[in-house]
């Protein structure tokens, strides 16, 4: 995933993500920017934790959190089954056009603090809710964008997405970029970082 955000000022910040799923287990790797190094997540429902790993000058590391709403706050949106999550009656223009290979269709949606263009995969059974949810990770973290999705009342993967603030606030783009069925499942372990445990 990649985020573009355009502010007021013309200041541009762009952010990118990368989302692993499996059956069981989900990872995401957070990009740093600048001198921030690389954090990979891996959320292991069986046991109950996210593992955050992380090198820093040459170190590898990690610590554990519990799976828990405290520690995720995002997480009741996560472990949400796809298609219960609150619905609208979606305004189709009727345009359509393929991204990555799947056939997306244009949809407008709208909040109080936002206008959304989106091209929405309707064929791929993952929601941008859920996705959104696992940024949530940390005490008293900031539940906004995935409640903000919500409020629009869209069930599915947007593989492209340009909120307009209705506010002053900052304008954002999102892409779903190189999507796969297969990649190293190594993103899923933990092997050679010093780990500890937080919470517990």
Not at 80 to 91: Q, T
Not at 167 to 180: I, M, P, Q, T, Y
Request: charged fraction near 30%; charge should be positive.
């Amino acid at each position: 995933m990649i985020a573009t955000r355009h502010s007021t000022n013309g200041n541009v910040r762009h952010d990118t993500i990368g989302y692993f799923f499996e059956n069981e287990k989900t990872a995401m790797m957070i990009h740093g920017r600048r001198n921030e190094p690389d954090k990979r997540m891996v959320f292991n429902p069986s046991d109950t934790t996210i593992t955050c790993l992380f090198e820093m000058n040459g170190r590898k590391s990690g610590y554990v959190l519990p799976m828990d709403e405290e520690h995720w706050p995002g997480m009741p949106s996560a472990m949400r089954p796809y298609g219960a999550g609150p619905r609208s009656k979606l305004n189709y223009p009727g345009k359509e056009k393929k991204i990555e290979g799947f056939l997306c269709k244009e949809v407008m949606a709208e909040d109080d603090e936002y206008s959304a263009k989106l091209w929405l995969a309707e064929d791929i059974r993952l929601s941008m809710t859920r996705v959104l949810s696992y940024q949530s990770v940390g005490k008293g973290k900031s539940k906004k964008e995935i409640e903000l999705f919500d409020q629009f009342g869209v069930e599915g993967l947007p593989l492209e997405m340009n909120l307009r603030s209705r506010k002053g606030k900052a304008d954002v783009e999102l892409k779903l970029v190189h999507l796969s069925d297969s990649f190293d499942r190594a993103v899923f372990r933990s092997q050679g970082h010093e780990v500890s445990r937080i919470g517990q």
